[in-house]
T-cell receptor, first 115, second 113 residues
Framework: GAVVSQHPSRVICKSGTSVKIECRSLDFQATTMFWYRQFPKQSLMLMATSNEGSKATYEQGVEKDKFLINHASLTLSTLTVTSAHPEDSSFYIC???????????FGQGTRLTVV | AQKVTQAQTEISVVEKEDVTLDCVYETRDTTYYLFWYKQPPSGELVFLIRRNSFDEQNEISGRYSWNFQKSTSSFNFTITASQVVDSAVYFCALNNAGNMLTFGGGTRLMVKP
């Protein structure tokens, strides 16, 4: 299957700092990328949908000023957690799709720990 | 609104046993897609299968098989002759024309030697 690379896989940061997570589709053009968040022993919850060249669509309850999403090209989307706090510690995972109703391929995930 | 329910939060079996993971979904769309993903301890999601709403044929892939019953809105997943390496969290998911995936709560499968 197609490859989606997510970086970094783990990050520890201090409270109040910002962290950027990258999601790249390596062998296809991703018109849409999705960002999910997963708390320990819980399911994946969609945070936002990002379409190349336009603003991301955030799910209810997700602060768009805190979780900045940029999808500047067809192969890269970034999620920046601004002014991170310990409660932002979670597993963040992206997925990318090449077109409507096509299979979504997931990145390896990023485990964020805010201390 | 879409919803995916995986009633079994944890299942424990002994190696070589067969195990079925249940998935029930709700959607108002007539066109939709159903998925199963495996999430090992490392965290990444491994794609297992994608099935569209118009294809009710059951599928077998090695030790894995899927039973799609549109009449009961279920898409169950069976692992035959389970192995320790099958231990993981398995997620069922639903995708409609909007493309976003709605995940079930996941079933943690533990296969003991």
């Amino acid at each position: 299957g197609a490859v989606v690379s997510q970086h970094p896989s783990r990050v520890i940061c201090k409270s109040g700092t910002s962290v950027k997570i990258e999601c790249r589709s390596l062998d296809f053009q991703a018109t849409t990328m999705f960002w999910y968040r997963q708390f320990p022993k819980q399911s994946l919850m969609l945070m936002a949908t990002s379409n190349e060249g336009s603003k991301a669509t955030y799910e209810q309850g997700v602060e768009k000023d805190k979780f900045l999403i940029n999808h500047a090209s067809l192969t890269l989307s970034t999620l920046t957690v601004t002014s991170a706090h310990p409660e932002d510690s979670s597993f963040y995972i992206c997925s990318a799709q090449g077109g409507r109703n096509t299979e979504a391929f997931f990145g390896q995930g990023t485990r964020l720990t805010v201390v | 609104a879409q919803k995916v329910t995986q009633a079994q939060t944890e299942i424990s079996v002994v190696e070589k046993e067969d195990v079925t993971l249940d998935c029930v979904y709700e959607t108002r769309d007539t066109t939709y897609y159903l998925f199963w993903y495996k999430q090992p301890p490392s965290g990444e999601l491994v794609f297992l299968i994608r099935r569209n709403s118009f294809d009710e044929q059951n599928e077998i892939s090695g030790r894995y098989s899927w039973n799609f019953q549109k009449s009961t809105s279920s898409f169950n997943f069976t692992i035959t002759a389970s192995q320790v390496v099958d231990s993981a969290v398995y997620f069922c998911a639903l995708n409609n024309a909007g493309n976003m995936l709605t995940f079930g709560g996941g079933t943690r499968l533990m296969v003991k030697p």
